[in-house]
């Protein structure tokens, strides 16, 4: 069929593919086509099946050199693919390059020549990647860490308590009714809100009256009239008078437990004493902080690898990554994908200009991506069903499961072999990091290391 096809490099690891068709295939196709048409076509003054070919020509010729083109340009291409190194990537559709005077279609008894650009799989040159020379950040735990994370739990194992007496202040839990006055002290019912409880000082209620609550006793009403900026940053208060009617049904207040053995017996049935609590806290955090450098160090070191490669990463993986980034932001939002567009369009963003924004992120992951799969390939390693076969003992003994039930569900969910992507992933980079100089650098808390703050 294909009497010759040519392949030239464009930017971006996109190709063009020109491919001529033997005029002996052009014919045959079309007249395969005509036949088939013959045998079923109605045409008036001739019996089904009978029309002359002429005649079928002048009625059909042009759909029918069409759907040849079509037929020969897809059966082409897949023998074209055949035995050329670069083929398309499965998400990058070939694009037929048209001219504007001058439309794709065959001719009869003339070869036919068409060509497509697509992208393929990129050329991945790696620069150096052993011996990089990258700093570690250093957080060290201590008293002060320890202390931040009791607070935590104490929080977590407080009591709320009716406020014996007094006003309410910051930080009391309070029930309010509250109503919306018109111009002539009318309730306004969509302004109506009974048992609304809040934290004073927190800010969570519609109408900001934290201020206004303060000071007043369980059981007490007033009026309280509220002026607005025009720049308040609830657009259904920007500008506007309100006047509020208000009850406070009650105050209550949070009790913490104290620091001492029983807190710690309460938290775990591991811990005897609250030393035991202290040291399992100081252990869980120096190992989460210890997780959170290598993986820092990981990133240090992919960056400079990035950095010293050559990788033209074409548009339509920089695109997939971007749509795969687009379905979890949705995923993860919970909600429908029209109503998420809308709070975007709320905030003055489109979904194009949010992705434009995700763009040097994809083509980092791209890149990532890339450079990970030929260093694991040039590294020759691999995993072994063993070192599979422990992983998955270790995620059934982390998820409270049993090692068969573990396996079953990578099996049966088709993860087997995302699982033995990540072991190979994780080979790689602890080769990775043994061979880097990781220097000392700066000192960092806690809170701003699990924060990524610099």
């Known amino acids: 069929m294909i009497v010759s096809k040519n392949l030239e490099n464009l930017e971006k690891s996109s190709v063009k593919l020109t491919v001529t068709v033997g ?27 009978k029309a002359p070919a002429k005649v079928l020509e002048q009625k059909f010729g042009e759909s029918i050199r069409g759907e040849a083109t079509m037929n020969l340009m897809e059966n082409s291409l897949k023998e074209a693919y055949e035995d050329i190194d670069k083929k398309p990537l499965p998400y990058a559709t070939p694009v037929l390059q048209e001219s504007e005077d001058e439309e794709v279609l065959i001719e009869l008894d003339n070869d036919f020549t068409f060509a497509v650009t697509y992208d393929t799989m990129p050329d991945v040159k790696i620069g150096d990647y052993k011996g990089l020379e990258i700093e570690a950040p250093v957080c060290k735990i201590g008293k002060k860490e320890v202390d931040r994370e009791l607070e935590t739990i104490r929080e977590q194992n407080s009591t709320v308590v009716e406020k014996a007496e007094g006003k309410a202040e910051k930080d009391d839990i309070v029930n309010i009714d509250y109503c919306e006055l018109d111009a002539d002290g009318n309730e306004i019912e969509d302004g109506k809100r009974e048992d609304f409880v809040f934290t004073i000082g927190s800010g969570y209620n519609v109408y900001k009256l934290d201020d206004d609550i303060t000071g007043m006793a369980a059981g007490e009403e007033k009026t309280i009239e509220k002026e607005y900026t025009e720049d308040d940053t609830d657009s259904n208060l920007a500008g506007r008078k309100v006047t509020l009617k208000v009850k406070l049904n009650s105050v209550k207040v949070k009790e913490l437990p104290e620091l001492d053995d029983d807190l710690a017996q309460d938290v775990s049935d591991e811990f005897e004493t609250l030393k035991d609590l202290k040291a399992s806290i100081k252990k869980r955090l120096t190992e989460n902080a210890k997780n959170i450098i290598n993986e820092k160090n990981k990133q240090a070191v992919m960056d400079l690898i990035i950095e010293g ?16 980034s687009w379905n979890q932001f949705i995923s993860q939002s919970r ?9 975007i369009e709320a905030q003055g963003k489109t979904k194009d200009e949010m992705m434009e924004e995700w763009r040097p992120a994809a083509e980092k992951n791209v890149k990532t991506y890339l450079i990970t799969e030929k260093l694991i390939e040039e590294e020759k390693i691999e995993v072994s069903d063993e070192e599979v076969d422990e992983e998955i003992k270790k995620q059934a003994e982390s998820a409270g499961m049993s090692y068969e039930d573990t396996k079953n569900y990578f099996e049966q969910n088709g993860m087997s072999f995302y699982l033995k992507n990540d072991i190979s992933n994780r080979k790689l980079f602890d080769l990775l990091i043994k061979s880097a100089e990781i220097k000392e650098g700066a000192k960092k808390d806690y809170l701003d290391l699990i924060q990524n703050k610099e």
Do not use: C, T
């Open 23 to 49: 005029k002996d295939a052009v014919n045959k196709e079309y007249n395969e086509l005509l036949n088939k048409y013959a045998k079923d076509a109605h045409i008036k003054g001739f019996r089904k099946g």
């Open 309 to 324: 490669s050559e990788i033209e990463v074409p548009e339509s993986m920089i695109k997939a990554e971007m749509d795969q």
């Open 335 to 343: 909600m429908p994908e029209d109503q998420v567009l809308q709070i």
